[in-house]
């Protein structure tokens, strides 16, 4: 049996691979990895932050923490961050 190589990929091309926009997908991504930490950090476990949240299940807390970007809007992560007491500043600029 032939072993196969796996590819290794850049946000942007598993961003075009998966039909989404890539600066999407690096906001959701950047915005996950904040949730994750903190929540590493502070020992909350993905049960317990999905009942902090109003409408959210340990499922999709599950899905996006193992990198299924697709399953949470940015409102919805923006929501979690806040329910965590961040505070959230986006900025534009020109490319």
Same mark, same amino acid.
């Given at each position: 049996? *032939?072993?196969? @190589?796996?590819?290794?990929? /850049?946000?942007?091309? =598993?961003? *075009?691979?998966? $039909?989404?926009? !890539?600066?999407? #997908?690096?906001?959701?991504?950047?915005?996950?990895? &904040?949730?994750?930490? !903190?929540?590493?950090?502070?020992?909350?476990?993905?049960? @317990?932050?999905?009942? +902090?949240?109003? $409408?959210? &299940?340990?499922?999709?807390?599950? *899905?996006? #923490?193992? $990198?299924? =970007? $697709?399953? +949470? /809007? /940015?409102? *919805?992560?923006?929501?979690?961050?806040? =329910?965590?007491? #961040? @505070?959230?500043?986006? +900025?534009?600029?020109?490319?």
């Amino acid at each position: 049996m *032939k072993k196969e @190589k796996i590819k290794s990929q /850049t946000l942007e091309e =598993v961003a *075009k691979d998966w $039909g989404i926009d !890539y600066q999407v #997908f690096r906001i959701k991504k950047e915005l996950i990895d &904040t949730i994750k930490k !903190y929540c590493l950090n502070e020992q909350i476990s993905q049960r @317990k932050l999905a009942s +902090m949240v109003p $409408g959210l &299940t340990q499922d999709r807390i599950s *899905k996006i #923490f193992s $990198g299924q =970007v $697709g399953h +949470m /809007t /940015t409102d *919805k992560l923006i929501e979690i961050l806040s =329910v965590l007491k #961040f @505070k959230i500043k986006v +900025m534009a600029k020109a490319a």
